[in-house]
């Protein structure tokens, strides 16, 4: 990420952040990640946030690595999710065939498209052989700064385009959602990705 405004953000407003986010409702989206992988599979969450949905999946019974950009919400994570959160931005992945899913949920949309397709690449390496990422954008086609941070929203067809620079993966879900959040009225793209 070319842009320190984003990280700034979340280490200044990591508690409301948090607060607003930590109890939202993801069941039916992490449930459906999960039904993709091997039962105690390894997880990446990338870009974990509050940890929210790291200590899901370590509930189920899930191997979970989790990373962060931001500092503050490492901190916070780790206090939550009991386990070590790493600090890490997304173009320092360099791990091989480690995990057999991948989740950035609502994380991604802060890489500029110009850099995003190394991230996957990046995501790509990392997993295991058809490993699985799952992957959501605000839904629209805004690139630019919005309330001081970041954003990069994708339709199902700015992401075809993107995805057809990079065969290293192929769609297997998409799907648009409302935001879970009463006080949103935002639509989400939703997408299930195979390693191929």
């Known amino acids: 990420m070319k842009d320190n405004k984003t990280i700034d953000y979340y280490d200044q407003n990591a508690q409301s952040f948090v607060e607003n986010t930590i109890n939202v409702d993801f069941k039916d989206l992490q449930d459906d990640f999960l039904s993709w992988l091997p039962k105690a599979g390894a997880i990446?969450?990338?870009g974990c946030g509050s940890g929210r949905d790291t200590k899901y999946f370590l509930e189920k019974?899930?191997?979970?690595?989790?990373?962060?950009?931001?500092?503050?919400?490492?901190?916070?994570a780790s206090e939550f999710t009991g386990i070590a959160v790493k600090q890490m931005m997304f173009d320092e992945l360099n791990e091989q065939e480690t995990y057999?899913?991948?989740?950035?949920c609502s994380s991604l949309l802060h890489v500029p498209a110009?850099?995003?397709?190394?991230?996957?690449?990046?995501?790509?390496?990392?997993?295991?052989?058809s490993g699985i990422a799952y992957i959501s954008f605000k839904y629209g086609e805004y690139e630019g700064e919005r309330g001081g941070r970041f954003f990069l929203d994708m339709t199902e067809n700015s992401f075809r385009e993107l995805l057809a620079e990079i065969p290293a993966f192929k769609i297997e879900q998409?799907?648009?959602?409302t935001d879970t959040r009463p006080d949103r009225d935002e639509k989400w793209l939703n997408l299930v990705l195979r390693k191929v």
């Not at 019974?61 to 916070?76: E, H, K, N, P, Q």
């Not at 057999?100 to 950035?104: F, M, Q, T, V």
């Not at 998409?174 to 959602?177: E, G």
């Open 44 to 46: 990446l969450d990338f």
């Open 61 to 76: 019974g899930y191997r979970v690595t989790a990373i962060d950009g931001s500092a503050v919400l490492c901190r916070m």
């Open 100 to 104: 057999d899913g991948i989740w950035a």
């Open 114 to 129: 110009d850099e995003l397709g190394d991230v996957l690449l990046k995501m790509a390496a990392a997993l295991k052989d």
């Open 174 to 177: 998409q799907k648009i959602t």
